[in-house]
């Protein structure tokens, strides 16, 4: 079994950054892409970003482009997320997620999700 660690959550002011790490237990492991969503209250997930593991091809969701960054660290199985210019409505509850193979054809394992809160 493999187990995401998430961390980097917290209050931050309206402009303010944030860097979210996410690291997988089993260094073995085989990653295929990791990603990034995120739930607001009485909403529903969303999805943030994503990277192709070998690749390190990044996909973002409008509403974050140009403000997140996604990155990985291939030796370390962890997964980055910088955030800069948060906005209110980029509170919420940030969850990580791993597809482990092509085949699987959807992300497999999730976090425990870590909070992030942006005050105004």
């Known amino acids: 079994q493999v187990q995401l660690v998430e961390s980097g959550g917290g209050l931050v002011q309206a402009g303010g950054s944030l860097r979210l790490s996410c690291a997988a237990s089993?260094?073995?492991?085989?990653?295929?892409?990791m990603g990034w969503f995120r739930q607001a209250p009485g909403k529903e997930r969303e999805f943030v970003a994503s990277?192709?593991?070998?690749?390190?091809?990044?996909y973002y969701a409008d509403s974050v482009k140009g403000r997140f960054t996604i990155s990985r660290d291939n030796a370390k199985n962890t997964v980055y997320l910088q955030m800069n210019s948060l906005k209110p409505e980029d509170t919420a509850v940030y969850y990580c997620?791993?597809?482990?193979?092509?085949?699987?054809?959807?992300?497999?394992?999730w976090g425990q999700g870590t909070q992030v809160t942006v005050s105004s």
């Open positions: 997620a791993v597809q482990s193979s092509v085949l699987v054809g959807q992300y497999n394992y």
């Open positions: 089993r260094r073995t492991f085989s990653i295929y892409r």
């Open positions: 990277i192709i593991w070998t690749a390190e091809t990044t």
